[in-house]
C-alpha cells in the first residue's frame, strides 16, 4: 500500500487529481467511480479541468435500492450532479435502484463489470470500514449483492436526507471481489471519524470484519488520508 498523507481533504483533491492526469495521459479506458462526501472536492476539480472523458466509461459502485435516478438522494443524481452533467463520458453505470427484479439488476450489473474491466477504482469508506456498501461480514469472495446496510451506515448517511427516516435500508453494491478486481485502487479517506477504520485496513489482521483491510492484498493501492485520519495509525 501507498500511503499519502495530506494536511487536509483540499490537498487531498489536489493529489488525487494528479493520479486521474497521470491516468488518463496513460490511456485509462474504465474508472470506477464513488460516492459519498469524502470524493466531491477531487469531482469539483475534474469537472472544471481539461481533462477529456469523451473515450472513458464509469462504473458506478452502488446504489440505494428503491431510490430512481431523478430521486435527488440517489447516487445516480449525485454522479449527475457532480460529474457527468459537467463532462462527458462515453457511458456512465450506475446499479438499477429501481430494477423489481433484483437478480436481474445484480446480474446486469456484473455484465456491464465484465465488460468493462476497471483500470482506477476509487474508493471512500465507511466508517465501519465498509467499501461501496460492503458491509462488514461481506464474503471477501462477493461480486455484485443486495445488501442490508448497518444501523451505523444508514445513521450516516441520514445528514444527506431532509427526513432521517427516509434513508433506504438497502442497497445495490459491487462485491469485494469486484472491486479487488480492478488494477489500480485509490482510497480517500478525511477527518477523524476515519481514523478507526483507516487503522484497521492498515495494520489491523485482513478479516470480513472490516472490508477495507483485504485491501492489503491488492498489489496497486494508494490511500490518500489527512492527519486526522491517520491519527490513529
Ligand atoms: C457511503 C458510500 C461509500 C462511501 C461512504 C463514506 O456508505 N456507499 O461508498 O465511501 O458512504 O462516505 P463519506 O465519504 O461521505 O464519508
Known sequence: MQIIKVKNAAEGANKSFEI???????G???????????????????ATSDLDFSDVVSVNLDE?????GNDPQSYRYFMNEHLFNKKDFKQTYVP???QADRDKAVHDYDQILSQHPI????LGIGRNGHIGFNE???????TTHIVDLTSSTIEANARFFEDPSKV????????IASVMAAKKILLVAYGENKADA???TINGPITEEVPASILQKHLDVTLIIDDAAASKL
Open 20 to 26: 486521474y492526469q497521470n491516468a488518463l495521459a496513460n
Open 28 to 46: 485509462v479506458k474504465v474508472l470506477g467511480l464513488a460516492t459519498g462526501s469524502s470524493p466531491i472536492a477531487l469531482y469539483d476539480k475534474l
Open 64 to 68: 440505494y435500492l428503491g431510490l430512481d
Open 96 to 98: 438499477d435502484g429501481k
Open 119 to 122: 483500470d482506477l477504482q476509487l
Open 136 to 142: 462488514p461480514g461481506t464474503s471477501f469472495d462477493s
Open 168 to 175: 433506504p435500508t438497502q442497497a445495490i453494491s459491487m462485491g
Open 198 to 200: 483507516i487503522a484497521a
